[in-house]
């Protein structure tokens, strides 16, 4: 048979027939769940596949723009820091390049401590566009302008009990000629107050000049570097490590905030792939529904199966009616499930703030029935510990993946009902009728 009797008499078979009550048979019945099952496998799919890009790449952005740049170039044998800053900033398609000094110390104020993971940077990076779009601003300025003011993250002025232009001493240890360690104390005052948007950064950061690090803070216990920002970090990872390539001085080692936040990276990456693995069983699951409702369709046109057979087709033009049958239904369920989970991402925010209202306003009525106090609010992603808003970037690419990979499967589940209508025998069929 031709591709145009086969796709007539597969839309013959899978369209189903009514009976002399005007209802539909039960092959049919079947098939219209099975689509429905593949499209519900699908939308919490893509919802999480989509939702999991945007997170990722909101959590790393974070990091990729306030902590880590776009990329850091290490010296192993030279001290020209401020020769290789500039070099950087000469290469084309770098947008900035800035020293940095880390160390670590300890913040005191008020009779209080806290941990500091001590960030001595330029004032032009602080002054960045695409810094300051991170970097919230909870009070006082976001600026470095004198050699002592300091900015502190938001979760250790809360602790330290820290108001912009109040004072507070960073104590650092260096080791003396001897051997032994000594204590250096430097009074900084508080020029601002920032948020990275994460409590765990909010918590440790205390900015202060770069200039200044460099002069008071300890030699053995601190690190210096040349942070560098170039073109979109995620379109082009290695964008900025690129553009400097073979224009630093020697002695330096370039690395892609890939290669510098690798664990985090991966970390994402692997919770985003276990998710997808979860959520592709629901589409295996769909995938046994789609064999299922084509082994029913067997079973109720095994007649016209031993007529078709009888009237010369062959049984491998049985096996591509059920098998692109299978593919067809795998194809309509994808459609339609990629549209569910399409809308589903793009309203994920909108969907969230509604869960968040209607579980708030029944613990408020809860509350209120039985006298007790009013309940705290309840967010389903705590901005200090997540985005304050999930990005939804659509991944085009890997919905027609997911589409294409699903009407194959849908394809090899229906490989079994496919070969058993081919292997029927039409004198069987119609002595069973």
Do not use: C
């Not at 990329?71 to 940095?100: C, F, H, K």
């Not at 918590?203 to 210096?224: C, I």
């Not at 690395?255 to 664990?263: G, H, I, L, M, T």
């Amino acid at each position: 048979m031709k591709g145009a009797p086969i796709a007539f008499v597969a839309a013959r078979f899978f369209v189903g027939r009514r009976d002399a009550a005007g209802k539909r048979d039960q092959a049919r019945k079947a098939l219209v769940g099975a689509v429905l099952s593949v499209a519900l496998s699908l939308v919490p799919l893509i919802t999480v596949m989509q939702v999991a890009d945007g997170m990722i790449q909101g959590i790393s952005s974070r990091y990729v723009e306030l902590g880590t740049y776009h990329a850091q170039a290490i010296p192993y044998a030279s001290a020209d820091l401020t020769g290789a800053r500039d070099a950087a900033r000469n290469s084309p398609g770098v947008s900035g390049a800035w020293l940095e000094t880390q160390s670590v110390g300890v913040a005191f104020a008020n009779g209080s401590s806290e941990g500091a993971a001590i960030r001595g940077v330029e004032p032009g990076f602080i002054a960045d566009e695409a810094t300051l779009a991170y970097l919230r601003v909870e009070g006082g300025v976001a600026a470095l302008d004198r050699p002592f003011d300091a900015l502190v993250g938001s979760a250790m002025a809360a602790k330290l009990g820290l108001a912009p232009g109040d004072p507070v001493n960073l104590i650092t240890v260096r080791r003396s000629q001897d051997g032994a360690m000594a204590p250096r104390v430097t009074m900084l005052t508080v020029r601002g107050i920032v948020s990275a948007g994460y409590r765990d950064l909010d918590a440790q950061w205390l900015f202060m000049r770069q200039d200044t690090a460099a002069r008071v803070l300890p030699r053995e216990n601190t690190r210096s570097f040349v942070g560098i920002k170039a073109a979109d970090p995620f379109g082009h990872p290695a964008a900025a490590r690129d553009a400097v390539s073979g224009r630093l001085p020697a002695g330096f080692t370039v690395y892609a905030w890939r290669d510098v936040e690798r664990n985090l990276f991966e970390s994402l990456a692997s919770t985003r792939t276990m998710l997808l693995l979860i959520m592709a069983l629901t589409v295996a699951v769909a995938a046994v529904n789609v064999s299922s409702a084509l082994t029913t369709l067997v079973l109720e046109r095994g007649h016209e199966i031993a007529v078709l057979k009888s009237l010369g087709a062959d049984s491998s033009d049985l096996a591509r009616i059920f098998s692109l049958g299978g593919a067809a239904i795998g194809g309509m369920g994808a459609v339609i499930g990629s549209a569910g989970g399409l809308l589903a991402s793009l309203r994920i925010n909108e969907v969230l703030a509604f869960i968040e209202r209607t579980a708030n306003g029944a613990r408020s009525i809860a509350a209120a029935l039985s006298g007790g106090p009013a309940p705290s609010m309840w967010k389903v992603l705590d901005p200090a510990y997540y985005l304050p808003f999930i990005p939804v970037d659509v991944p085009f690419v890997e919905i027609v993946v997911v589409v294409a990979a699903t009407v194959g499967l849908s394809y090899l589940a229906a490989t079994g009902p496919a070969n058993r209508a081919a292997a029927l025998s039409p004198l069987e069929a119609f002595r069973k009728r």
